[in-house]
T-cell receptor, first 112, second 111 residues
Framework: NAGVTQTPKFQVLKTGQSMTLQCAQD?????MSWYRQDPGMGLRLIHY???????DQGEVPNGYNVSRSTTEDFPLRLLSAAPSQTSVYFC???????????FGQGTRLTVV | EDQVTQSPEALRLQEGESSSLNCSYT??????LFWYRQDPGKGPEFLFT???AGEEKEKERLKATLTKKESFLHITAPKPEDSATYLC????????????FGRGTSLIVHP
């Protein structure tokens, strides 16, 4: 079992460029989410999904888009990268309910 | 105001020196409280889930406890390999099942 797979692991973007961070899980989990982690700020929720075709905003959604066309995949799109989006991004998945979340290894993004 | 507050932000211990990490929460109704461990450069890894006051869970040198307003992660006779950031997260009754995280406690255990 691969669990939660994120690609790429590292990325450098120029201001204004767009890109998609990929997240895939092979555990048939209904819930998927994207967090960003900045020094001293902990994990902050960007967007989440409770099933295919259903997404919602988290605490810091501005500048990011998501879609969930399949149970397995939950890509995060940066529309026009800004230096403030420099961060480490984590994707997580879980079964519905109070089950624990499984995290990917993260994508370290630098916007210059 | 943060829903989840962890203290201390950082903790340095000598090997064998027991201590506790604190996680206080302000949600009106708790559905579940989670503890995770995060090693540098990696994603968080699940440790425990607690659901109701008085509940305790143990794993090796770690024991998590829960009251109505806070949770403690007790570390007994820690070893250098226990060095990591420990994250606390809560699910609120009536909210989504996506947990809200605290900022974490960075633990360093010196040999």
């Amino acid at each position: 079992n691969a669990g939660v797979t994120q690609t790429p692991k590292f990325q450098v973007l120029k201001t204004g460029q767009s890109m998609t961070l990929q997240c895939a899980q092979d555990m048939n989990h209904e819930y998927m989410s994207w967090y960003r982690q900045d020094p001293g700020m902990g994990l902050r929720l960007i967007h989440y999904s409770v099933g295919a075709g259903i997404t919602d905003q988290g605490e810091v959604p501005n500048g990011y888009n998501v879609s969930r066309s399949t149970t397995e995949d939950f890509p995060l799109r940066l529309l026009s990268a800004a230096p403030s989006q420099t961060s480490v991004y984590f994707c997580a998945s879980s079964y519905a309910g109070t089950a624990e979340a499984f995290f990917g290894q993260g994508t370290r993004l630098t916007v210059v | 105001e943060d829903q989840v507050t962890q203290s201390p932000e950082a903790l340095r211990l000598q090997e064998g020196e027991s201590s506790s990490l604190n996680c206080s929460y302000t949600v009106s109704g708790l559905r579940g409280l989670f503890w995770y461990r995060q090693d540098p450069g990696k994603g968080p890894e699940f440790l425990f889930t607690l659901y109701s006051a008085g509940e305790e869970k143990e794993k090796e040198r770690l024991k998590a406890t829960l009251t109505k307003k806070e949770s403690f992660l007790h570390i007994t006779a820690p070893k250098p390999e226990d060095s990591a950031t420990y994250l606390c997260a809560v699910q609120e009754v009536g909210g989504s099942y996506i947990p809200t995280f605290g900022r974490g406690t960075s633990l360093i255990v010196h040999p």
